[in-house]
């Protein structure tokens, strides 16, 4: 009887298939396509699931997902995984972040030509019988600048080509520093300078609470006339009301988009447009990327099943069971003193330092290191980076990353301290475990505090003055923000406090304005922990 049994509910490339049919103790159910309804109803039969990006692994598939013990991606988004829950329920989730980047960038230089010489309305318009010579006249994109958003592995890929094709390149990237892109020949940028010099824009980033609608109304009015937009990366990066909009006006000339906000997209409104060039979320779909990608995540799978090897996972690091155990409460802590450390300092990150102080740094540190760089690349990557590539991404992006060891602390005689350093900004955060488990953070930069880091918490700086907790906790009340945990850290004498709030539900941008309006808030961070 086969002792492992995985389910394929999207397309995958027939040599991943093969590969993992052929595997001893697998039994393979290949289901492309199957309603959320059928997924539920088959999902409790099986101990793997294999996906692309049509798949939702929402909550409730993952209730029902009784036996199951990894979700595998054909590919690197992982956006339609409710990551959290499967953590939570100890389903790892993996993914093949390698094996489509060249495609996806080759897709958008295609997309670049196709929309700057109108081949697919010309191509239409030939189908039926007529000859628009003058009406299809393009524009050359050599010598022209073309402004990148993210320049992370397919962004840089893109890049090059574009240079490559004589055009000139802008790039914004908060996680980069000016140096690290001089070195890949693009110019760094500003996001408000990019959208102002801008001939072509394309996106290249995860969507995040960052990068959703990084491309609005209030950006398309500060790009040139008649820019042209692509969007080849995650549908929302770039808002489709406010891009119809531009269309229309003739501010944007045109637009060339792979993904949507929901796909397929029904009656939509861009599509409707003459100036928009649309293709079905095919970025990575060459047959070179799927077989790639799906010959990875077999791969992966079959090792895990085999020999409980973990590669290429978001949500745990490749380590056997006992060092798991005894690890675990210091990676918990790296990863939220990494992601911490991200969200506070400002700029490309260029230096790391990694203090492991007495009883962790007797342990097998090696794993709390990339567990660190993995939390402290998160916020930027999101689901392109696990514990596997997190190291490489660190040393590709130019991260000097350095650790050292003490036997005691001043404080604490278990501990973490994490200096992150960018060329304009320096934060120090100390760490430590309370109890066996729980990961506390008892330093931010000059203040002490004694704070869980989990899901979403205010970081607000302000003067030591009386009655400033009250205002506080009152507006947030107001809007129906319930506060679960609170910290106040000072320094003495400065009159300067930090308070760290934990709140259920997220804060939203108008809530952090009202907080910036009392007079005695300085700043106020809405971290994602
Ligand atoms: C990815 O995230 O890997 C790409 O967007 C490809 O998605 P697909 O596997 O659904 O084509």
């Known amino acids: 009887m086969a002792s492992f049994k995985v389910l394929i509910s999207d397309h995958l490339h027939s040599k991943g298939l093969e590969l993992l049919e052929s595997a ?25 699931l294999v996906i692309r990006s049509a798949t939702k692994v929402t909550a409730e598939v993952i209730a029902a997902a009784k036996n199951l013990k990894v979700i595998a991606r054909a590919g690197i988004g992982l956006d339609n995984v409710d990551i959290p829950e499967a953590t939570k329920r100890g389903i790892i989730v993996m993914n ?74 802008l790039a914004f990237d908060p996680y980069l520093s000016p140096d690290q892109m001089e070195s890949l020949g693009v110019t760094y940028s500003p996001l408000n300078s990019l959208f102002m ?53 003739g501010k944007v000339a045109a637009a060339a988009i792979d993904v949507f906000e929901n796909e397929p997209p029904e009656d939509h409104p861009l599509l409707t447009l003459d100036n928009v060039i649309a293709t079905p979320h095919l970025g990575a779909s060459t047959h070179e ?33 006992e060092e798991l155990m005894l690890l675990s409460p210091h990676l918990n802590l ?7 450390a991200t969200q506070i300092t400002r700029g490309g990150l260029k230096k790391v330092v990694i203090e492991y102080v007495g009883e962790v740094g007797r342990l097998n540190t090696a794993p709390v290191t990339v567990s660190i760089l993995k939390g402290l690349l998160t916020p930027m990557l999101e689901d392109g980076v696990n514990f596997v590539n997190a190291p490489h991404i660190a040393k590709e992006r130019g991260i000097d990353v350095r650790t050292a060891f003490k036997e005691e602390g001043a404080y604490y005689n278990n501990a973490i301290i994490l200096t992150t350093t960018t060329a304009s900004d320096q934060s120090r955060l100390v760490g430590t475990i309370f109890g066996k488990r729980q990961p506390r953070l008892v330093r931010i930069n000059a203040f002490y505090v004694e704070a869980a880091m989990e899901g979403h918490v205010l970081l607000v700086y302000n003067m030591d003055t009386p009655g400033v907790i009250g205002s506080i906790g009152e507006l947030l009340g107001k809007h129906g923000i319930n506060i679960a945990t609170m910290d106040v850290g000072r320094v003495l004498d400065s009159g300067q406090n930090i308070i760290l709030l934990e709140t259920d539900t997220p804060v939203p941008t108008d809530v952090k304005r009202g907080l910036l309006d009392f007079p005695h808030v300085n700043q106020v961070v809405a971290l994602e922990l």
């Open 24 to 48: 001893e103790e697998i039994e393979v159910t290949n289901s492309p396509g199957l309603s959320k309804e059928e997924l539920i109803e088959a999902i409790p039969a099986y101990n793997g």
């Open 96 to 169: 093949a972040p390698d094996g489509n980047v060249v495609s996806t960038a080759e897709h958008t230089v295609a997309m670049l030509f196709a929309v700057s010489r109108n081949i697919p309305q010309a191509n239409s318009s030939m189908k039926q019988g007529r000859w628009e010579k003058k009406k299809f006249q393009g524009k050359e994109i050599y010598n022209k600048t073309l402004g990148i958003i993210g320049l992370g592995r397919i962004g840089k890929v893109v890049a090059e080509r574009a240079r490559g094709l004589g055009m000139n390149v």
């Open 197 to 249: 010099e801008s001939d072509y824009i394309t996106v290249h980033t995860p969507l995040t609470k960052e990068t959703r609608s990084i491309i609005n109304r209030r950006a398309i009015k500060r790009m040139k006339d008649g820019v042209f937009i692509l969007n080849c990366a995650r549908g929302g990066i770039v808002n489709e009301d406010d891009l119809y909009e531009g269309l229309k006006e």
């Open 289 to 321: 990327a799927q077989e790639a990608v799906a010959t990875d995540v077999v791969r992966q799978i079959i090792d895990y099943m085999k020999t409980g090897t973990i590669r290429n996972a978001v949500n745990v690091p490749s380590l056997d069971g």
């Open 334 to 340: 790296g990863e939220k003193l990494g992601m911490l």
